[in-house]
């Protein structure tokens, strides 16, 4: 590996110490710099320091500590509001308030946002993209005064790690490759593939601690139940079109 | 900057030099390790090297030069198939069908695709990412054999480059960057930071070559027009739905 990419985890406890303008601003940098759709830069990223602020956000990501704790909360948003702006203002006529522009806009703001953790990583900071953000993204939309045309796909919080966990494990690499085509897999392919995570010392834990005879269920029945992806597909898509991602 | 971020370039023209087994092993692994949504790695890495296949996959991409040049085609797919194949093995009810895990698995993808590139750059190669990705999602899903729970959400290019093109402007930092909660634009604030570029040489070409009046009308008239843009919003979530992405 030529860089430390393969070195992260997320980090949830963090120091107090803020983070210096300078190395902000290299983040940001960073992020600006990850390529964008047409050179359009269909993203905006709020950077919400202000503690009041960061404690009106906590309870978007379930009150998960870091959000209070870490100096820098970053909410990450695509954006077709600012171009459109342009676009009128010079007499032309924008048509990006539909759902292939949410898709570019969208992308735009994640490349931009795994820029900004790479040069944070590389500058000691510690990160964690909080998922929570799809949730609750018509109280972020509130809170931050996110105008029509913007909406917040993703947040980062960073700051100093308090915290320095070990490696999470991933399923081997061939699981999420495919050579050529798309190669389907088999039960036995499956079973092969998650053989080290079932058998590991954390899932025996986890199925004590959930009373649950699998990993597979402790997903399905815990942490991710139908009701809950229902409801939020329903109330995301529903911001999509209030926020003109569904104008055509 | 911590980063060679900063330095990126697109690169379009690539030598034939193909990409050594233990280089592309270490993007794929930089890919492996990004933040995924409650470590599900909700994604599939497509890698197409084979010529005949390249040249299947040109006209998805407008037959743009460099996938037929190009040594490496990485199709960056959206994939919730692979871990809901394990759940319903293990006697678990996936509910992941559905708006929200497109997102999730979308998000993926995009931070895994992102960590792929900056691994790249890292070793003197090149990429591109190919927004034509949405526009012919339907023929990649039928080349790459891609199953129900999978959909491709970019594409990148990769290969030692053949080019050494000039930094891409960007918007000055602060037209994307808002501190604490979100700044709308006003008329005044739009033309300064549309300045520089608006006044560049390369826009004067530009407006030569499309015999149009301004840089705005460029995109909606020629690069990203309305009747293009509704017809790829339609046909990619019709492709969503076909895909088992709104089956709830």
């Known amino acids: 590996m030529k860089t430390s990419l393969a070195e992260h985890r997320s980090i949830r406890r963090f120091r107090p110490d803020p983070i210096p303008s300078e190395v902000l601003h290299d983040l940001l940098t960073a992020a600006s710099r990850a390529s964008t759709c047409g050179n359009m830069q269909l993203y905006s990223l709020v950077v919400t320091e202000d503690e009041q602020l960061r404690e009106e956000l906590a309870p978007c990501h379930f009150n998960q500590p ?7 909360v970053i909410t990450v948003c695509a954006d ?11 007499g032309a006529e924008p048509c990006y308030d539909n759902f292939a522009w949410f898709l570019n806009a969208a992308t735009d703001a994640l490349l931009a946002a795994q820029n900004l953790c790479v040069e944070a990583e590389a500058h ?5 993209y909080l998922g929570t953000t799809i949730y609750t993204a018509a109280d ?20 100093y790690p308090d915290e ?9 690499l061939e699981a999420v490759v495919h050579f050529e085509k798309y190669r389907d897999y088999t039960p036995e392919r499956i079973g092969e593939l998650w053989a080290e995570r079932e058998a590991s010392a954390e899932t025996q834990r986890l ?11 402790i997903f399905t029945r815990n942490r991710y139940r139908a009701e809950d992806n229902l409801a939020i597909s329903r109330s995301y898509f529903e911001l999509l079109k209030k926020q003109g991602f569904f104008n055509n």
């Open 66 to 72: 870091m959000v209070r704790q870490a100096p820098c």
């Open 80 to 90: 077709i509001h600012r171009f459109s702006r342009w676009c009128e203002l010079r």
């Open 207 to 217: 199925l004590e601690e959930n009373g649950l005879p699998n990993l597979a269920q």
């Open 124 to 128: 000691g900071l510690g990160v964690c």
């Open 164 to 172: 320095s966990p070990a490696l999470t494990d991933r399923l081997p």
């Open 140 to 159: 972020i939309v509130r809170i931050l005064e996110l105008p029509s045309g913007v909406v917040p796909v993703t947040t980062v919080v960073a700051g």
